[in-house]
T-cell receptor, first 115, second 114 residues
Framework: DSGVTQTPKHLITATGQRVTLRCSPR?????VYWYQQSLDQGLQFLIQ???????AKGNILERFSAQQFPDLHSELNLSSLELGDSALYFC??????????????FGPGTRLTVL | AQSVTQLGSHVSVSEGALVLLRCNYS??????LFWYVQYPNQGLQLLLK??????LVKGINGFEAEFKKSETSFHLTKPSAHMRDAAEYFC????????????FGKGTRLHILP
């Protein structure tokens, strides 16, 4: 158990809909990362937050957005869903910023299926 | 820019045999290198991490990896495979001191034959 929790575990929805994925980082961790894992694209970094502020952006679509709240939990919002958005979405947390010796700890993921 | 190539999307070894998972990287700056493992229906778990302190890195579960700058490789090995090692393994790279820019390989699924 990494200490990172993600809800829900599974999500099935239809094209055009909007969903919200939730992540609670390990106690005390300030950084949260979101990743998408799909069969064709592999594991891709989407976005990072540190203490409530966006720090880095990867291959995140404009239809996707995220935020980190004062209690440090984070939400990833996916809208106008397409079939190709079906994937595993992982959240990871770490204590500090890049360059420190600490490690990213991954949650168990949310499996999104778009029908 | 950084990239990672994992040779072989599937590798099968017999229980008790040597495990060798290959990873080559490309990086324009000194890299951090990682190996992660993903067991079925679970998230990624860090096996080991190279941060320039030592070229031979020992990780959890008996795995180790050697950083070879001349070969731009970071292959993962384990002397004797166990059934519980069956999982997917990801090699990853990031610029040193910027592991918010971590780039993952496509993964190698390790099968253990009884």
């Amino acid at each position: 158990d990494s200490g990172v929790t993600q809800t829900p575990k599974h999500l099935i929805t239809a094209t055009g809909q909007r969903v919200t994925l939730r992540c609670s980082p390990r106690s005390g961790d300030l950084s949260v990362y979101w990743y998408q894992q799909s069969l064709d694209q592999g594991l891709q970094f989407l976005i990072q937050y540190y203490n409530g502020e966006e720090r880095a952006k990867g291959n995140i679509l404009e239809r996707f957005s995220a935020q980190q709240f004062p209690d440090l939990h984070s939400e990833l919002n996916l809208s106008s869903l397409e079939l190709g958005d079906s994937a595993l979405y992982f959240c990871a947390s770490r204590a500090g910023l890049a360059g420190s010796s600490d490690t990213q700890y991954f949650g168990p993921g949310t499996r999104l299926t778009v029908l | 820019a950084q990239s990672v190539t994992q040779l072989g999307s599937h590798v099968s070894v017999s229980e008790g045999a040597l495990v060798l998972l290959r990873c080559n990287y490309s990086s324009s700056v000194p890299p951090y290198l990682f190996w992660y493992v993903q067991y079925p229906n679970q998230g990624l778990q860090l096996l080991l991490k190279y941060t320039s302190a030592a070229t031979l890195v020992k990780g959890i579960n008996g795995f180790e990896a050697e950083f070879k700058k001349s070969e731009t490789s970071f292959h993962l090995t384990k002397p004797s495979a166990h059934m519980r090692d069956a999982a997917e393994y990801f090699c990853a790279v990031s610029p040193m001191n910027r592991d918010d820019k971590i780039i993952f390989g496509k993964g190698t699924r390790l099968h253990i034959l009884p």
